[in-house]
């Protein structure tokens, strides 16, 4: 799988997270107040490299990665998130400056929940919509947990996505660690691409012409036999 299918098949996975929290918030009437940061603004949100691919990709496409890659050196480990953009004049409402590329986690959190050691999915409710929508919030919970409606779980999600890229970007780390390293493997992945293509324009110009098939300019024209002269 080339490093460009990869990036899709992510960016595919995530798309699909959208359809089943949507799911989540018409069947329970939650919905985030505009402009809410309170997720992105806490420094304990993690995912993996893997679930930032699509983001580093994107933001490579747009030539901002030089400069996001800058901001990250101010916040390794636990921080909030350096795409989060907030409201000059109220830093708790803000917004994401990568929204449609956001991971997982970001698409999940607050729809989402995990399953006990029996298996049974519960969904634990954000502090956000336990104080301005706490009536449809302990609905929700409970609905959820007599099994009438259906919860996305964040487990089967990241286990999806770690299908596509296992190993070293699988692993769960801080989201600002996270995209420093999807931006690094995409980025070397990009310019190994771009010198192998370098690399072969260059073999063809300079190797020697060996194509002898019908129509190449050195091939020799085949000969039509004279006629004989009448
Ligand atoms: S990626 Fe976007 S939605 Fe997720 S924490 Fe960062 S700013 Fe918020």
Request: proline letters at 11%; hydrophobic letters at 40%.
């Amino acid at each position: 799988m080339s490093d460009r299918d990869l990036e899709d098949r992510i960016a595919a996975a995530l798309t699909e997270i959208d359809a089943e929290t949507r799911a989540f918030g018409a069947r329970t009437g939650l919905a985030c107040p505009p402009g809410c940061g309170a997720c992105c603004l806490s420094p304990d949100v993690e995912t993996t490299p893997a679930d930032m691919i699509p983001m580093a990709g994107a933001l490579l496409d747009a030539g901002h990665a030089a400069a996001v890659l800058d901001r990250l050196t101010d916040r390794p480990g636990r921080a909030p998130c350096v795409l989060y953009q907030p409201d000059p004049l109220d830093p708790r409402r803000g917004r994401c400056a990568m929204y449609a590329r956001r991971p997982s986690i970001c698409r999940l959190f607050a729809f989402a929940g995990r399953r006990d050691a029996e298996g049974t999915p519960q969904f634990t409710p954000c502090r956000v919509h336990m104080e301005t929508l706490p009536d449809r919030a302990r609905t929700a919970r409970d609905d959820v947990r007599a099994g009438t409606i259906p919860l996305p779980i964040f487990a089967d999600h990241a286990a999806r996505v770690a299908m596509l890229a296992p190993g070293a970007m699988a692993r769960t780390m801080p989201i600002n660690d996270a995209l420093r390293g999807a931006l690094e493997k995409v980025g070397l992945a990009r310019q190994c691409a771009a010198m192998e293509t370098a690399s072969a324009l260059a073999d063809a110009c300079t190797a020697p012409d060996t194509d002898d098939s019908p129509g190449s300019p050195r091939t020799p024209r085949p000969v039509r036999p004279m006629r004989p002269a009448a």
